[in-house]
């Protein structure tokens, strides 16, 4: 049985790259960001993604609270992943913020999430002589994660989730996708029970984009397991792209 963590699983954290001379615009920081998502791509994928926007003042390049755009929340998600009533379909739609912007697609691919930044992003500075607007946090709390072969014979159906919050099993459908099994969260049953995607991506731009990945469940953090050695391996791609691990590396040795 798959255990899910309490309060969360451990997670690993990257810093992007330093930017090379004339390099640093928030657009190229969207590009950047989007580019170290696309290497999480063999293990896990969003089906919806949560941005809170804010004016960065222009000399340090920092959100200053104090100015604040009009339309501050984002949110955009998997269109056939809304609001079900079948427990164990996906129930994706849940944003945190108050009145956000919320746009379904019908894939929600990087390019689809680069362009719904750069629209955010697009809208105009309360104060244009000192302030542009740009991203600030961005969440996806519903994902698509790789189940690995050794743990998915073609003939489950299911994965059997032990729920942190809760005394239940949960009972979340492994689906199919070109010869390769995964699964994906909340569906309702999880919703209701207050369990956590198999995997959660965090990213932040405070100077510098930082991207954290949570492995929620035991399948991709126990020592060992399948899924531990696809998620080290996509963290080893992001290195190699110059991306740096920040924190992570006491649970996740592999990196240290």
Known sequence: MVREHKDGGPTLTFAEPLPTSGEGSAASAVGRLVHGIRRLWPLVRPLSAEAVVGCL??????????????????FIHDR????????????????????PVVE????????????????????????????????TDLWFNATRALVPGPYAPD????????????????????????GTAWVAGPTREMRQLGARAPITLHASDYGRVELAVSANWSLWSEDGSP??????????????????????????????
């Open 80 to 99: 056939a992943a809304a609001r079900p009533t079948d427990g164990r379909a996906l129930d994706v739609v849940g944003p945190w913020h108050v009145d």
């Open 227 to 256: 899924g531990r050695t696809v998620l080290i391996d996509v963290a080893r791609d992001l290195v190699a792209d110059g991306w740096c691990v920040t924190y992570g590396t006491e649970f996740f040795h592999e990196l240290a």
């Open 155 to 178: 003939a489950t159906a299911h994965v059997a989730l032990d729920v942190a919050e809760a005394r239940w099993v949960a009972h979340v459908p492994l689906r199919w996708r070109e």
């Open 104 to 135: 379904p697609v019908p894939d929600l691919s990087a390019a689809a999430i680069e362009s719904w930044l750069a629209r955010a992003q697009a809208q105009a500075s309360p104060a244009p002589g000192t302030h542009d607007v740009g991203w």
């Open 57 to 74: 003042d222009r000399e340090t390049g920092y959100p200053d609270i104090g100015v604040q755009p009009l339309r501050p929340h984002w």
